[in-house]
Structure formats: structure tokens, C-alpha cells
């Protein structure tokens, strides 16, 4: 395996020729819509690699967009792999379905999935790469999860950065759930935001949980304030009632995977439950433990975020059909 080509933040952030390397290789990046699950449009990008059949698909976070995913999927491509990526419905350039498109929902949990099958039929396939790989981050990891226990054959294995297979919560979830059940059924037309939901806020970097790296969250607060069409705010109530029970099963399914999956565990993470992706081990899903990384592995400073990609590589290539890796 060759070594990863990688940004450093200061080539990312503070460097010109990075910068127009960066947005010469973005020009070169295919998007468009499908229809995904009950209608819903969906955004999606993709990159083809001339020279490899080998393939990354990203299911990204909540309150995540692809655009935001623009130097790992440079990264990636680097190392030879072509990459597609999506915009969860009800998120980044996909159809919403609230009146306040600040408000992330979902109708079911379920429907994520079934997004990411259509994008795979409809755009992947088509492109009849010889091996796939999903990585995921977050809620795009629960989704994945619960993905490859519904697809097991498409995938050759997956990494899965932070995965929601548990949410970080101001009470006991059991409280946490009747009471969001409630005020979810207590709502008319317009879902309510969970108690204390906001639309969306810059976070000062100072008060943020979920990286070190002041240069990398400066690039994705910046990216959020130049388009307002992908800021989201907090959950629903329906969310996050879907979002537990997601959970849940998301364990069930990691632990007993037939896909090899490698979950990248941040070690001071404050968004998801780390206790979950440990109840989910075992078998074919084992876990790295990224030491002092918050939550965003992918946008945390060059030492560990540079671990978690030479993590992932390496795992894939272990898992490329008759160890080849082209």
C-alpha cells in the first residue's frame, strides 16, 4: 500500500497552490439528484478513478453535506479509489421534509437506508466496479450498519468513523424516549424540535466538541455560512425517537456482521456513546481506538486524522478480492 496522500491543515487551509489543487480536483466531481425512498430527492457526487475498479462509498453524519467531505474524498481518490457520497434526505443539498428545512427528520429510520440502496443500484453499480467499500461517519455509520445487514453481499468490508450506535444524553434514555414520544404525538403539521432545539448556530470553535483542529473547523464553519441551503439545526422529536430505536439494532447487527467492519473509535467523543460501539463487538466488528480525538475523526488535527486513514486503507486492503488492490 502506498502512504496516504493527506492535506496537512496548513496545505488545506493557509495554502494557495493547496487551495487551487483542491478546487481543480473538485471541478472534476459529478453530482446530481435521484429519487430516493417515498420521492424524496437526493443529492449525490462521485468521482471515477481511470486507472483503478476498486470503490469508497461515504455515508456521511447528521447535519452533514458531501461538500463537506471534499478533502477526504481528494485523499481518497489519491490512494486509487473512485468515490461516490450522498446527502441523507432531510439534510446538505437533499429534499427536506419539514416546513423549517433547519429541522433534521426523518419519517423512518429506514428510510437512510433505502436512500443508500437506491444511490448504489442507480449510480453505482452501473459503473461495475470489482470491489466496494463503505465508510461512514456518525449517523452514516448507524445507517451503513444497519446496510450491510440488509445487504451483506454488496460490500467487501467497512469503516465506520464515530458510529451512532448510542447518543450522548442529558437524562436516562428511557426517560429520554417516552418524554420525545410524547411531545413527537403532541405536534400537529410541523414536527417540534426536541426540549432546547435551535435552528442552525455557528458554533465558536472555543465551544465546539467535536474537533482540535481550529483550521479544519474554520473550513467547515466557512463552507456552512457560504451556503446556507445545507445548515441544519437540531433534531426532532420523531428523529430522535427513530434515532434510539436505530441504535439499537444498529449493536445487534455490528455484532453479528457478516461484512468485515472496523469501527474508529474517538476517544473523548461528547455527541455519540462510545459504550455502544463496545457492546457491538465481536465477531467480524473490531474497533481502533483514536486517542484524544473528539468526534469529527475525519476533520481532527493531521496526527489523528492521518491515523484513522492509514487505519482504513490498510483495513480495506486486507479485505480486496484475491489480495489485489486495483
Known amino acids: 500500500m502506498s502512504k496516504p496522500h493527506v492535506f496537512s491543515e496548513e496545505i488545506f487551509t493557509g495554502s494557495k497552490a493547496g487551495q487551487q489543487q483542491l478546487a481543480a480536483f473538485w471541478e ?3 453530482t446530481g439528484f435521484i429519487s430516493g425512498s417515498k420521492g424524496c430527492n437526493i443529492a449525490w457526487c462521485s468521482i471515477r478513478h481511470p486507472h483503478s475498479n476498486k470503490a469508497i462509498v461515504i455515508s456521511n453524519g447528521r447535519v452533514e453535506s458531501f461538500l463537506k467531505y471534499q478533502e477526504l474524498i481528494f485523499d481518497l481518490y ?8 450522498l446527502d441523507h434526505r432531510g439534510q446538505g443539498l ?3 421534509m419539514t416546513v423549517n428545512p433547519c429541522k433534521g427528520h426523518v419519517g423512518q429510520f429506514d428510510d437512510y437506508v433505502d436512500d443508500l440502496h437506491s444511490l448504489i443500484q442507480e449510480i453505482v ?3 461495475r466496479h470489482k ?11 448507524c445507517i451503513g450498519t444497519l446496510y450491510l445487514q440488509k445487504h451483506p453481499d454488496t460490500f467487501k468490508a467497512a469503516a465506520f468513523s464515530a458510529p451512532m450506535y448510542g447518543i450522548r444524553l442529558p437524562a436516562p434514555k428511557a426517560i429520554i424516549r417516552i418524554l420525545a414520544k410524547l411531545l413527537d404525538k403532541l405536534s400537529a403539521n410541523e414536527p417540534w424540535y426536541v426540549l432546547g432545539g435551535t435552528d442552525y448556530k455557528c458554533q465558536p470553535f472555543a465551544d465546539n466538541d467535536l474537533t482540535h483542529s481550529q483550521a479544519r473547523y474554520g473550513v467547515y464553519r ?12 437540531s433534531p426532532t422529536n420523531h428523529w430522535l425517537v427513530q434515532a434510539l430505536d436505530a441504535c439499537e439494532r444498529a449493536i445487534e447487527a455490528a455484532r453479528s456482521t457478516r461484512v468485515p467492519l472496523l469501527i474508529l473509535q474517538a476517544e473523548n467523543d461528547t455527541i ?5 460501539q463496545n457492546d457491538a463487538l465481536g465477531g467480524l466488528c473490531q474497533k481502533l481506538v483514536i486517542p484524544g480525538a473528539r468526534h469529527e475523526i ?12 492509514q487505519a482504513v486503507l490498510a483495513f480495506f486492503e486486507r479485505h480486496c478480492v484475491d489480495g489485489t488492490n486495483n
Open 272 to 276: 455519540v456513546d462510545n459504550s455502544g
Open 78 to 85: 489519491q490512494q486509487g479509489y473512485s468515490v461516490y457520497a
Open 222 to 233: 466557512a463552507l456552512y455560512q457560504s451556503k446556507p441551503q445545507i445548515q441544519l439545526g
Open 131 to 141: 470491489q466496494l467499500f463503505l465508510l461512514g461517519h456518525s449517523m452514516g455509520g
Open 94 to 96: 437533499s429534499g427536506r
Open 28 to 30: 472534476q466531481v459529478g
Open 298 to 309: 475525519f476533520i481532527e488535527t493531521d496526527e489523528r486524522r492521518n491515523q484513522a486513514l
Open 125 to 127: 453499480f452501473p459503473a
